[in-house]
């Protein structure tokens, strides 16, 4: 576990590691040059996890299941969100059902935190969701990087959750006309890095409008590019750095 820069949590947990691409939202993916950086300094638990293409790393669809891992959120006292797999996806297909009940059975046991966890596999979170406890510490999320990717929503909306969220980061184009319905908080960031797509001002405005529409909280966490810093955090003049209501208390 670690303490994280991300604007919309406080700490990673990384019970998994390695992942696989599956829609273009991946492509420049933080966590596969992340992966490559650790074994190359001889990190064990992300060996093998990647391969070079050309000069980028990318997932070799090999997966790390870390159950010492599992045991760490009781060592933490103070309440904490945790993000929850930032180098991996919990309910891609190589991760055993099985698996997925032993994170469960470690967040149940630390309700001091707050579980943040996000997938691009909605269809397989809302299966497994139905025989997976109901925990009020674990909010469940999709990612969506463009319109093409908005089933992910349904999907999530059938999922049983304390608070349904998504991230639309990288957002890679418009999805005018988001049905934010049954859906807690939407963050919403521009692709980072060296290999960095451009995120229009119109696609962030139709999101915010959408929120106020549906009342879902609003986190807007970046303009990315390959300086963010530079790029900032601001819309409008201001931040945002909304959260649904369940979030626990400081």
């Known amino acids: 576990m670690a303490t994280s820069s991300i604007e919309w949590t406080e700490a990673t947990w990384n019970p998994v590691a390695g992942c696989t691409i599956i829609s273009p939202g ?10 490559a950086r650790l074994e190359a300094m001889g990190t064990e638990k992300y060996s093998g996890l990647t391969r070079k293409s050309g000069t980028r790393a990318v997932w070799t669809g090999a997966v790390t299941l870390d159950r ?13 969100m945790i993000f929850v797999n930032s180098m991996s996806d919990l ?12 994170v ?4 149940a046991a630390s309700p001091q935190h707050t579980f943040q966890i996000l997938t691009k596999r909605a269809d397989r979170m809302a299966s497994l969701s139905k025989t997976l406890p109901l925990l ?8 969506i990087e463009s319109s093409d990717y908005l089933d992910r929503l349904d999907q999530l ?7 349904r969220f998504v991230s639309l ?31 229009k001002d119109a696609w962030v405005r139709e999101i915010r409008a959408a929120c106020r ?12 590019g390959r300086n963010k810093k530079q790029q900032g955090r601001t819309l409008d003049g201001r931040t945002w750095d909304e959260f649904p209501v369940a979030q626990p208390s400081p």
């Not at 492509?27 to 992966?35: E, F, K, L, S, V």
């Not at 469960?104 to 967040?107: E, G, I, L």
């Open 169 to 199: 980061e990288p957002l890679l184009g418009s999805v005018a006309g988001i049905d934010l319905m049954s859906i807690d908080w939407a963050i919403v960031g521009g692709e980072s890095g060296p290999r960095a797509r451009p995120m």
């Open 104 to 107: 469960w059975s470690a967040m």
């Open 136 to 143: 009020s510490n674990a909010w469940l999320g999709v990612s």
């Open 157 to 163: 909306r059938q999922t049983k959750a304390a608070v």
């Open 213 to 224: 529409h549906f009342g879902t909280a609003f986190f807007f966490k970046q303009w990315g």
């Open 91 to 102: 309910f891609q297909e190589s991760v055993p059902e099985s698996f997925v009940f032993e």
């Open 26 to 35: 991946c492509t420049n993916c933080y966590a596969m040059r992340m992966a």
């Open 68 to 80: 010492a891992a599992l045991e760490m959120p009781k060592r933490w006292k103070k309440p904490r």
